[in-house]
């Protein structure tokens, strides 16, 4: 199938669902959680300027500094060396946003709780409240964060865009010892709260890594359902999917610890210190790159899972592939979303870097949304031209520690 042919079969698959699954109706009923014009309301001449001024990004002549009222997120990363330079550098992510909430808490909650069907004074009710200041919060935009990597490297990180996110490659200092991982610390006022520690993977140029789908691969999302979705996001415990922490834990003993991890998810940046928390209980470290588009709104988080997904993770591999292209690839995803056409597409592309694609299949119903994304038909049109060898569905994850065991002794 030719690759527009394949592309409009994927929008066309994630259409078909959000229309069966009404996913347009539940983002029209949660769209009044949405304050876009909060900010801009709240500020006085001063920070109205700086508001505009934020629109230029990096080059901003008049950026903020993090307060004390202020939350800070800094995201784990990975380190690799310049294709260039042979040099250390990392992509550093630091989010900035004030611990005031752009509506009221109270409202929000409501709207969410309606959906799940939840009464007030649902003892799920404070659960909802606690996760939902993640879409709540105002953001910082045009704010830059100190930081400093290894006690001594002093690093400037902004200042942030429109969605109060910032994104720097950053030089680093020579790294030496067996330590793996390096802790970089945010240099902010006392009051300043959120992730204000963040880790630092080092990754020589060689090896092994792995990239691997969060939503329904590693965590129990339900993608393929609106209101799933919510209770999975607002409601639940964090679940794993059965099977796959074992699997994880035996691809790292596998493949050594000095091998990379990425969790490539289409959910928000909202959900970091969520998803973070999730990752540190359940799988190896990591770094979680996610969406940064929807910032404070909840209709965001389900068109974020369900549209554009394919585009995005291509993306993201893409970039991935710019730092380390001669590492050996295990791709992990499921059914659920595009992660199979993501990962054919990007075989094709770099055939040499993709060694092992691993696709769950996702036989509930309200998280795959459609019987027919488990068709054998769609996998052999996803894959085509992938070699029958490198790319494996499974429903029980103990059934790829032969194929990861194999693979990895084939590599030697």
Same mark, same amino acid.
């Not at 299949?361 to 996803?382: C, L, M, Q, T, Y």
């Given at each position: 199938m030719a690759p527009n042919n394949k592309r409009r079969a994927t929008l066309m698959m994630q259409e078909q669902t959000r229309q069966e699954r009404q996913f347009h109706k539940t983002e029209s009923d949660l769209s009044s959680v949405e304050v876009p014009t909060a900010i801009s309301a709240k500020l006085g001449t001063v920070g109205k300027l700086r508001n505009i001024l934020s629109y230029l990004g990096k080059k901003n002549p008049l950026p903020q500094t993090v307060t004390k009222n202020d939350t800070v997120w800094l995201l784990d990363n990975t380190a690799y060396r310049s294709q260039t330079t042979g040099k250390w550098e990392a992509e550093y992510v630091a989010a900035v946003f004030s611990q005031d909430a752009s509506c009221v808490i109270a409202d929000a909650v409501s709207v969410v709780a309606k959906q799940l069907g939840l009464q007030k004074g649902d003892p799920d009710y404070p659960t909802i409240e606690e996760r939902i200041k993640m879409f709540t919060q105002d953001i910082?935009?045009?704010?830059?964060?100190?930081?400093?990597?290894?006690?001594? !490297? /002093?690093?400037?990180?902004g200042p942030g865009g429109r969605n109060g996110i910032s994104t720097d490659i950053m030089n680093l200092p020579?790294?030496?010892?067996?330590?793996?991982?390096?802790?970089?610390?945010?240099?902010?006022?006392?009051? /300043?709260?959120?992730?204000?520690?963040?880790? /630092?993977? !080092?990754?020589?140029?060689?090896?092994?890594?792995?990239?691997?789908d969060v939503d329904d691969t590693i965590k129990i999302t339900q993608t393929?359902?609106?209101?799933?979705?919510?209770?999975?996001?607002?409601?639940?415990t964090p679940a794993v999917c059965p099977g796959m922490p074992e699997l994880y834990w035996h691809i790292q003993s596998a493949i050594k610890d000095t091998s990379p991890?990425?969790?490539?998810?289409?959910?928000?940046?909202?959900?970091?210190?969520?998803?973070?928390?999730?990752?540190?209980?359940?799988?190896?470290?990591?770094t979680i790159v996610l969406r940064d588009s929807s910032w404070m709104s909840i209709p965001g988080l389900l068109s974020n899972l369900t549209l554009g997904t394919e585009d995005y993770k291509v993306d993201r591999m893409e970039k991935?592939?710019?730092?380390?292209?001669?590492?050996?690839?295990?791709l992990i995803g499921d059914s659920t979303q595009s992660d199979p056409?993501?990962?054919?597409?990007?075989?094709?592309?770099?055939p040499d870097w993709v060694k092992v694609?691993?696709?769950?299949?996702?036989?509930?119903?309200?998280?795959?949304?459609?019987?027919?994304?488990?068709?054998?038909?769609?996998?052999?049109?996803?894959?085509?031209?992938?070699?029958?060898?490198?790319?494996?569905?499974?429903?029980?994850?103990?059934?790829?520690?032969?194929?990861?065991?194999?693979?990895?002794a084939s590599s030697k």
């Amino acid at each position: 199938m030719a690759p527009n042919n394949k592309r409009r079969a994927t929008l066309m698959m994630q259409e078909q669902t959000r229309q069966e699954r009404q996913f347009h109706k539940t983002e029209s009923d949660l769209s009044s959680v949405e304050v876009p014009t909060a900010i801009s309301a709240k500020l006085g001449t001063v920070g109205k300027l700086r508001n505009i001024l934020s629109y230029l990004g990096k080059k901003n002549p008049l950026p903020q500094t993090v307060t004390k009222n202020d939350t800070v997120w800094l995201l784990d990363n990975t380190a690799y060396r310049s294709q260039t330079t042979g040099k250390w550098e990392a992509e550093y992510v630091a989010a900035v946003f004030s611990q005031d909430a752009s509506c009221v808490i109270a409202d929000a909650v409501s709207v969410v709780a309606k959906q799940l069907g939840l009464q007030k004074g649902d003892p799920d009710y404070p659960t909802i409240e606690e996760r939902i200041k993640m879409f709540t919060q105002d953001i910082k935009p045009g704010t830059t964060v100190k930081a400093v990597h290894r006690e001594s !490297f /002093t690093l400037r990180l902004g200042p942030g865009g429109r969605n109060g996110i910032s994104t720097d490659i950053m030089n680093l200092p020579r790294h030496e010892g067996d330590d793996l991982v390096i802790p970089t610390v945010a240099k902010v006022p006392k009051g /300043t709260d959120g992730i204000l520690e963040m880790r /630092t993977f !080092f990754a020589e140029a060689e090896g092994w890594a792995v990239i691997s789908d969060v939503d329904d691969t590693i965590k129990i999302t339900q993608t393929g359902d609106p209101i799933g979705i919510l209770r999975s996001t607002f409601v639940d415990t964090p679940a794993v999917c059965p099977g796959m922490p074992e699997l994880y834990w035996h691809i790292q003993s596998a493949i050594k610890d000095t091998s990379p991890w990425f969790y490539l998810s289409a959910s928000p940046y909202n959900l970091y210190p969520f998803l973070r928390e999730f990752r540190e209980e359940n799988y190896p470290h990591g770094t979680i790159v996610l969406r940064d588009s929807s910032w404070m709104s909840i209709p965001g988080l389900l068109s974020n899972l369900t549209l554009g997904t394919e585009d995005y993770k291509v993306d993201r591999m893409e970039k991935i592939h710019s730092w380390l292209p001669k590492r050996k690839l295990i791709l992990i995803g499921d059914s659920t979303q595009s992660d199979p056409e993501s990962y054919g597409e990007i075989y094709r592309t770099h055939p040499d870097w993709v060694k092992v694609i691993l696709i769950r299949k996702v036989e509930d119903i309200a998280a795959i949304g459609i019987e027919s994304k488990n068709k054998p038909e769609r996998f052999e049109e996803a894959f085509e031209d992938v070699p029958k060898d490198v790319w494996h569905v499974f429903t029980n994850p103990a059934e790829c520690t032969t194929i990861i065991d194999k693979a990895v002794a084939s590599s030697k």
